[in-house]
């Protein structure tokens, strides 16, 4: 069976300071790694993905992920904050066979203050 | 316009009242499915379609049914709703490299649909 943990359930953080939201998985497998954002009265929009090859991955709107296997985390980072960022922030994992389902965290809320 | 669209976004309803919320994408994805989202949960998927007429349970499919007879089509059917079933849902959809057992790609989601079971 394959988890996600987000192990905060919201981030606070000023507007132009770096920001991180947490992710931890377990899979057993070959992980793929995404993070989605939902805003208010919205669908998941997706971010970026890890599938293989480099550990940083690069996403939409200036965020980046960082793959770290020996301790199973894939948290969601950004060098600058913007309050427009401010956002429910799911990580989510499948594995490369089978059904394909993405199992998702609890989602972390993330608060930019100006 | 690349999108995956549901319908009704609301929908308030009374125990047993069979409805259907339809879903469509016009990106010609194989890979269709159908999650729930409910608060400190996540979302979890209901049922999942690889192709037309080739469905199969999620990790929560009790009390929903689902049909692909068309590949842009992929409604969720709920018969007799309870008010457990109350929740926010979303459909997603994907491409799915045929003759490979590995994919890839991205799912995409819809905007949602709020249902409420009274």
């Known amino acids: 069976a394959q988890s996600v943990a987000q192990p905060e359930d919201q981030v606070n953080v000023a507007e132009g300071n770096p920001l991180t939201v947490k992710c931890t998985y377990s899979?057993?497998?070959?992980?793929?790694l995404f993070w989605y954002v939902q805003y208010p009265n919205r669908g998941l929009q997706f971010l970026l993905k890890y599938i293989t090859g480099d550990n940083l991955v690069k996403g939409s709107y200036g965020f980046e992920a960082e793959f770290n296997k020996s301790q199973t985390s894939f948290h969601l980072k950004k060098p600058s904050a913007l309050v427009s960022d401010s956002a429910l922030y799911f990580c989510?994992?499948?594995?490369?066979?089978?059904?394909?389902?993405?199992?998702f965290g609890s989602g972390t809320r993330l608060q930019v203050q100006p | 316009e690349a999108q995956v669209t549901q319908n009704p976004r609301y929908l308030i309803t009374v125990t047993g009242k069979k409805l259907t919320v339809t879903c469509s994408q016009n990106m010609n994805h194989e890979y269709m499915s159908w999650y729930r989202q409910d608060p400190g949960l996540g979302l979890r998927q209901i049922y999942y379609s690889m192709n037309v007429e080739v469905t199969d349970k999620g990790d929560v499919p009790e009390g929903y049914k689902v049909s692909r007879k068309e590949k842009r089509n992929f409604p969720l059917i709920l018969e007799s709703p309870s008010p457990n079933q109350t929740s926010l849902y979303f459909c997603?959809?994907?491409?799915?490299?045929?003759?490979?057992?590995?994919?890839?790609?991205?799912?995409?989601f819809g905007p949602g649909t709020r249902l409420t079971v009274l």
């Open positions: 989510a994992v499948r594995l490369d066979t089978g059904r394909r389902a993405l199992t």
């Open positions: 899979v057993s497998g070959n992980p793929y």
């Open positions: 997603a959809s994907s491409f799915l490299r045929t003759g490979s057992t590995r994919s890839t790609d991205t799912q995409y």
